[in-house]
């Protein structure tokens, strides 16, 4: 059974950096795709980033790009984000999923249906 542990959220203010783990148990983070998804308060779960299986490229929504980096650890369990130049936008329980997912448009693998496998959350909360 495939499980998925975020860790690593927590409140910080307007320009501080965060990195979360994502560990995987009962599969490899790359035996699917693999996302950051997010929810803030009053909206829908959306995408951050993903990494596709076929070719280990990543995909950022736009408003990410330059300050988020998704990777994966030494371990193939491991995946990670790393949030540089926070802003109170940023704010959401942030999620990580697994599933079979190859598309590069954003409005096709920003959509929480198309994820098979979740993870608890973890919040991060961006306020002075």
């Known amino acids: 059974q495939v499980q998925l542990a975020e860790s690593g959220g927590g409140l910080v203010q307007p320009g501080g950096s965060l990195r979360l783990s994502c560990v995987v148990s009962g599969s490899t983070s790359d035996a699917y795709s693999i996302a950051w998804l997010r929810k803030a308060p009053g909206k829908e779960h959306r995408g951050v980033s993903y990494?596709?299986?076929?070719?280990?490229?990543?995909f950022y929504r736009d408003s990410v790009k330059g300050r988020f980096t998704m990777s994966r650890g030494f371990s193939q369990n491991v995946v990670y984000l790393q949030m540089d130049s926070l802003k109170p936008e940023d704010t959401a329980l942030y999620f990580c999923?697994?599933?079979?997912?190859?598309?590069?448009?954003?409005?096709?693998?920003?959509?929480?249906?198309?994820?098979?496998?979740w993870g608890q959350g973890t919040q991060v909360t961006v306020s002075s």
């Open positions: 990494i596709r299986r076929s070719d280990g490229k990543t």
């Open positions: 999923a697994m599933g079979i997912m190859a598309d590069d448009d954003y409005g096709t693998w920003s959509s929480a249906t198309h994820w098979h496998y």
